[in-house]
């Protein structure tokens, strides 16, 4: 039996890739390679397609005794989402809609989901469970939520089987120092802070310090991105089991600051980290930190590699020795 990872040479389908092939899984892999690299596969058999391509499924489908699907290709940017919501409903509604088609067509009733805390928007208490409101403030939360929705109707009138993984804030890299966070336009704070310690960056631009937290920087529940790659295996081994369609959050539980980040990226790194502040960032909520302990109890799942200080130094060995992404 194999599995299907789409979005699979991306950041975190990458670091799932490795997981699956680490333990010996049947694995084949889509992706369009817009984000996703070639070179970010240590495993698995890749099939150069989009989701929306119909001809491309078929092929993969008929061509491999597919079981499951691990589900990541999406577009997954805050602010782009904000600008080209369109692009967003296209590439993540539509193409989860083509997957899922597809997927009823070939018997394949069962799905992990690449979700996020974006699903929540801003909440109403912390830490965030499952049961809490869900309300994005951004397309991109919009369109994962579509998603999350139209799964459990996939569910109702065909049982597909779906397990959704809301994730908060994916950071680090892999302990083989083989793969890492690479995306193009870098947005997120841990890769860029690096880039700052680099000096590929002259400073690092703090997105507001007014806001209703200690030291009034925004506040983050950072995740091991090979933490959350054993959450999908484990996900994956339960809906092989039989079973039932659910959703987790998966964080840490802790949350850290902007500023605190930055700390820590100055001791990990030993580098000076400039820093120029700046006004918010239109759509951030002020503290986002997951309550994960049903993740833990239902799937068995401990994030062992979680602390900050660890997360950081594993994104920063990555970042020295691949200055230029996959491209050196
Ligand atoms: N930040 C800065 N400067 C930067 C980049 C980020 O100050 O140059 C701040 C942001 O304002 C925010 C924090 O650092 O307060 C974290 O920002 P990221 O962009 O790294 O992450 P987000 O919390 O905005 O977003 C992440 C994922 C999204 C997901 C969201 C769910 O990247 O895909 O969590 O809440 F939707």
């Not at 409101?133 to 397309?139: E, G, I, S, V, Y």
């Not at 109707?153 to 690479?182: C, M, P, Q």
């Not at 902007?258 to 700046?278: F, L, N, S, W």
Request: proline letters at 3%; a negative charge; aromatic letters at 8%.
């Amino acid at each position: 039996m194999a599995v299907l990872v789409t979005g699979g040479a991306g950041y975190i389908g990458s670091h799932t890739v490795a997981a699956l092939h680490e333990r010996g899984d049947e694995i084949v892999v889509l992706d369009n390679l817009q984000q996703g690299h070639k070179d970010a596969l240590l495993g698995g058999k890749l099939y150069v397609g989009d989701l929306r391509d119909g001809e491309t499924l078929d092929k993969l489908f008929s061509e491999n005794d597919i079981d499951a699907v691990i589900h990541f290709a999406a577009n997954s940017l805050v602010g782009e989402s904000m600008k080209d919501p369109g692009k967003y409903y296209h590439n993540n509604v539509y193409g989860t809609l083509c997957l899922l088609e597809k997927m009823n067509q070939y018997g394949v009733k069962k799905i992990v989901f690449s979700s996020t805390a974006a699903t929540y928007g801003e909440p109403e208490s912390v830490p965030i469970d499952e049961y809490d409101r869900t309300q994005p403030t951004n397309a991109y939360g919009e369109t994962k939520l579509a998603m999350e929705k139209m799964m459990k109707w996939f569910d109702v009138a065909h049982g597909v089987k779906y397990i959704s993984l809301r994730y908060f804030n994916a950071a680090g890299a892999h302990a083989s120092g083989k793969i890492g966070e690479a995306h193009d336009p870098e947005t997120h704070l841990i890769p860029i802070v690096l880039e700052a310690a680099l000096g590929k960056r002259p400073h690092i631009s703090v997105f507001g310090d007014d806001y209703d937290t200690e030291d009034g920087t925004c506040i983050r529940d950072y995740i091991h991105v090979s933490d959350l790659a054993d959450a999908h295996t484990l996900a994956l081994d339960a809906l092989r089991a039989g079973k039932d369609s659910a959703i987790y959050n998966l964080g840490s539980s802790n949350g850290f600051s902007v500023k605190q980040v930055i700390d820590i990226a100055r001791e990990v790194t030993g580098r000076e980290i400039p820093v120029v502040m700046e006004k918010r960032r239109a759509g951030d909520p002020a503290v986002l930190i997951a309550s994960s302990s049903r993740a833990r109890q239902e799937l068995g799942w401990n994030p062992a590699r979680s602390n900050l200080k660890d997360i950081i130094a594993s994104a920063w060995s990555w970042h020295l020795n691949h200055p230029n992404g996959y491209s050196k």
